[in-house]
C-alpha cells in the first residue's frame, strides 16, 4: 500500500515556541493532503484540508492563524503550530489522498510543557 | 452536518467471544471504510465497502455496508488479544472528507 510519512514523530517544546509537523506521500502523488487531531482514546477531528498550490480549507472552530498548513508541492504538506500552548499538545495525523483512498502517517505526539 | 454514531465506544472481552461493532447514519456514503489503530500510531486501513448490501470478510472480520449505505458492522469471530485496538469507521461524504465515528476501544483479555 501507499506509505504516508510524518516528521518528527514525538516533539515537546516550551510554550510560546512555534512547532512545524511535516507530512509526505512517499510513493504516490497526493494533491489533497488532511490534517486531524486526535486525544486519548478518542477520534480523529479533522482540522484542515491541504491542496497542492493554494490555500488550505479549515473546518469550523480551527483557528487558521494558530495553525499554519503550506502545501507547497504534491507530496509535501506542513502544519505549523504557532505560539503553541499546553492545551495544543495533542497527536496530529495527516493523510493523504491518493487511488480514491486516504492513507494515514504515523502521526506526531506534541507535548507542550 | 453528517454524523457516523458508532456502538460501542467501549468492548472487554474474553479471548475466543464473537464482538459486533456497529456504525450507523442518517445520511448516504458513497463509501465507508473501517480502520485499527495501535496506541501511538496512525489508523491502519482495514477494508473499504462500497455497494450496499455489501459483505466483505477477512480472515475473522467480516465488514457489511447497509443495503441504503447508511449503515456498517464490523463482525469478528473467536477475537484474540492481538485484535486489541481502537477500530474506526470513516464514511467518504463524496467531497473527499472522511466523517469519522467516535471509534471503538477494544480490549481482548487472554
Known amino acids: 500500500g501507499a506509505v504516508v510519512s510524518q516528521h518528527p514523530s514525538r516533539v515537546i517544546c516550551k510554550s510560546g515556541t512555534s512547532v512545524k509537523i511535516e507530512c509526505r506521500s512517499l510513493d504516490f502523488q497526493a494533491t489533497t493532503m488532511f490534517w486531524y487531531r486526535q486525544f486519548p482514546k478518542k477520534s480523529l477531528m479533522l482540522m484542515a484540508t491541504s491542496n497542492e498550490g493554494s490555500k488550505a480549507t479549515y473546518e469550523q472552530g480551527v483557528e487558521k492563524d494558530k495553525f499554519l498548513i503550506n502545501h507547497a508541492s504534491l507530496t509535501l504538506s506542513t502544519l505549523t503550530v504557532t505560539s503553541a500552548h499546553p492545551e495544543d499538545s495533542s497527536f496530529y495525523i495527516c493523510s493523504a489522498s491518493g487511488m480514491d483512498t486516504q492513507y494515514f502517517g504515523p502521526g506526531t505526539r506534541l507535548t507542550v510543557l | 452536518t453528517q454524523l457516523l454514531e458508532q456502538s460501542p465506544q467501549f468492548l472487554s472481552i474474553q479471548e475466543g467471544e464473537n464482538l459486533t461493532v456497529y456504525c450507523n447514519s442518517s445520511?448516504?456514503?458513497?463509501?465507508l471504510q473501517w480502520y485499527r489503530q495501535e496506541p501511538g500510531e496512525g489508523p491502519v486501513l482495514l477494508v473499504t465497502?462500497?455497494?450496499?448490501?455489501e459483505v466483505k470478510k477477512l480472515k475473522r472480520l467480516t465488514f457489511q455496508f447497509g443495503d441504503a449505505r447508511k449503515d456498517s458492522s464490523l463482525h469478528i469471530t473467536a477475537a484474540q488479544p492481538g485484535d486489541t485496538g481502537l477500530y474506526l469507521c470513516a464514511g467518504d461524504n463524496q467531497g473527499g472528507k472522511l466523517i469519522f465515528g467516535q471509534g471503538t476501544e477494544l480490549s481482548v483479555k487472554p
Open positions: 465497502v462500497v455497494t450496499g448490501g
Open positions: 445520511s448516504v456514503f458513497s463509501s
